[in-house]
């Protein structure tokens, strides 16, 4: 694999990862302000609670095989197969847990409405068992174009399904059907696109190899999913549902454009550092690139979201979500750190140490939930504020390992986002003042939005940052690359 892995390949395959993400997201964005104009706070409070069930047994289904088929160095059809009904299997077996837990979840948070919907929406597990291997594919021929076409085709009609059912006062139910969609649809176009199909093939001791790579990214994403999810299993079950459904709209909107960008670098660093993972050197410098062009995209973003907050969601979601402002901009705070944890965490990946990866996880959880039980009698807004903290925090200790595998200090890491992260800051400061001048609050809102990016742009200019000139260059290298 690693001959075929160029620099070449590498820029097209996340550009086509950004359009999917860009385009996908873009209209997943549309739709999400839309429906929430439509529903109501504890609507999603209630279909927030269903998630936390169905992402937990997803990581059997869908993480670490998939991943482990990426990261192999050489794969066959016996692999993809095996790991395929394996994942088909599991998700059959989750679905009859979750199908009889139903009633004692629902009961436990006073929610009747939770078991119906719980067991409609589990049934996506089946689905993810055959996108996992398709996108496991897909990653490793790096055929994102293909993704492309199927996440943004998924988004468009799941979207058009919940916002129809949504207009016709169906309530909770137009998320359900959203996922439900969103899910088909993906599968549905990449059966048609992606040349892989399961065979009648099975080898238990494939799946022994593979799972003792995998095993660890299983165990490693429970206990982050787990610890993740944690806090809204406690708001739901402390707070009325409408209070959760302001801290994951909160969330839902940084989180929306973070996974964009981070999403895209991280799906396409697997397969590109895992070609090289016997160079450091190659690994080290590739890693740096990432982290340093991830950063001036994705700082400006979160601090600029931080500012704008209030005339944001006054514009787009209507008054009756001002409460989730404080949660947006905490949740800014917290995922601006997500390309330092995504290159640290992927380049350990890549060099096949699941091991230390897994260790990472459990150390970053035990002070994770320290951090939570101390912030837990001080309210849902201090339970923000404390995953905050425990993303500066687990920026160092996702670090800490590359500074001996791949001798990249916490010194240069800092020195390579300190760009970014000092014109991003003055930027911020720079829009903020336009709240003095009282302005209604779309007109607001525009003019921050682009005062932001005129300055951003205009700073990087001026104080030559490297990566803008890289990124500038990069792109009309790729434009004429295209032409020809």
Known sequence: MGSEVNKSKILSSLLWKLLERSGSQGVQFVVQVILARLLLPQEYGIIAIVMVFVLLANVFVQSGFNTALIQKKEVDELDFSSVFYLSLGVAGLLYGLIFLGAP??????????????LR???????IGALNSVQNAYVARHMLFKRLFVSSLGAVLVSGLVGIAMAFYGLG????????????????????????????LLLSLKRLKVLFDYAGKLIASA??????????????????VPAMLGFYNRGRQFPELMVTNINGSIQSVMLP??????????????????????SSFLIFPMMVGMAVVARPLVLVLLTDKWLPA????????????????????LQ??????????????????KIYGLIILGVSLPFGVYAIALGQGVNSLISSFVNAYPNKRLLNYSYREQLMDIMPALFISGLMGGLIYGFYLLKMQAGLLLLVQVGAGLIIYIGLAMVFKIECFNYLVTTMKQLLEKRKD
């Open 272 to 293: 590109a550092l895992s070609a090289h993972q016997e160079d450091r050197k190659r690994v080290k410098e590739m890693m740096r690139r990432a982290i340093v062009s």
């Open 325 to 344: 402002v404080p949660f947006l901009q905490i949740a800014c705070l917290t995922y601006a750190l997500m390309p330092i944890h995504t290159a640290n």
């Open 222 to 239: 429970l206990i982050d999913t787990l610890y993740r999810d944690l806090s809204a299993l406690i708001i739901g079950k402390m707070y």
């Open 104 to 117: 004692f979840i629902a009961s436990f948070y006073s929610q009747p409405m939770l078991v119906p919907v």
């Open 347 to 364: 380049a350990i990946n890549a060099m096949g140490r699941s091991d230390i990866f897994l260790k990472l996880e459990v150390i970053k």
């Open 120 to 126: 409609v929406v589990s049934l996506t597990l089946f």
């Open 172 to 199: 909770v139910w137009a998320l359900v059907a959203q996922q439900l969609t969103n899910q088909l649809v993906i599968a549905m176009i990449l059966w048609f696109t992606v040349k892989w199909r399961p065979h």
